[in-house]
């Protein structure tokens, strides 16, 4: 079975703009889970969608948005990008997510941000 | 106080004996619980969940939640060389808020 992938790996952007990254989960996982992991915050979760719904929101600004089709793979936005958006963006899939049966949850590779 | 807190290490224990993780939160109606461990340079991946006091033991792992004392940790017997990584604590808050620790660096030495 194909684990979780993302795209693009590696992205080099610019003040200002903005970036759409892309979450293909495992095949039959409803969930994805978005999270942001810097050196200096740590690992903070961003959003998690499940079935084109997202059903839970971290604490983050109106600049990040994510959707989820109805294939399960999901993308996330950030508009007006700033320069302390440089970091690890992982997306985590599962079959139920977090909320409701307890099962695991399998993150896929990340996609590494830098804003100059 | 953070809302989720973690020793940052670098915790060292020999080849062989037993590592113990722990993490406080400040949340008392915290339901969720998890640990997920984190290869320099990979993913993390989820290793255990917990929810209800007690332990819970999963091969060489036990997670164990304090709910009243507002703990959750995580043993590792027979700590192996390849268990040397960053164990994160997370958390579901009780208003639905999923929060991690900073990580704990732990080195198993040969």
């Known amino acids: 079975k194909a684990g979780v992938t993302q795209t693009p790996r590696y992205l080099i952007k610019t003040r200002g703009q903005q970036v759409t990254l892309s979450c293909s989960p495992i095949?039959?996982?409803?969930?994805v889970s978005w999270y942001q992991q810097t050196p200096g915050q740590g690992l903070q979760f961003l959003f998690e969608?499940?079935?084109?719904?997202?059903?839970n929101k971290g604490n983050f600004p109106g600049r990040f948005s994510g959707r989820q089709f109805s294939n399960s793979r999901s993308e996330m936005n950030v508009s007006t990008l700033e320069l302390g958006d440089s970091a690890l963006y992982l997306c985590?899939?599962?079959?139920?997510?977090?909320?409701?049966?307890?099962?695991?949850?399998?993150f896929g590779p990340g996609t590494r941000l830098l804003v100059l | 106080q953070k809302e989720v807190e973690q020793n940052s290490g670098p915790l060292s224990v020999p080849e062989g004996a037993i590592a113990s993780l722990n993490c406080t939160y400040s949340?008392?109606?915290?339901?969720?619980f998890f640990w997920y461990r984190q290869y320099s340079g990979k993913s993390p991946e989820l290793i255990m969940f917990?929810?209800?006091?007690g332990d819970k033991e999963d091969g060489r792992f036990t997670a164990q939640l304090n709910k009243a004392s507002q703990y959750v940790s995580l043993l590792i017997r027979d700590s192996q060389p390849s268990d040397s990584a960053t164990y994160l604590c997370?958390?579901?808050?009780?208003?639905?808020?999923?929060?991690f620790g900073p990580g704990t660096s732990l080195s198993v030495i040969p």
């Open positions: 985590a899939s599962s079959y139920a997510g977090t909320s409701g049966s307890r099962e695991t949850q399998y």
């Open positions: 095949s039959g996982h409803r969930s």
């Open positions: 969608y499940f079935s084109e719904t997202q059903r």
């Open positions: 949340d008392r109606g915290s339901q969720s």
């Open positions: 917990i929810y209800s006091n």
């Open positions: 997370a958390l579901k808050t009780s208003y639905d808020k999923v929060i």
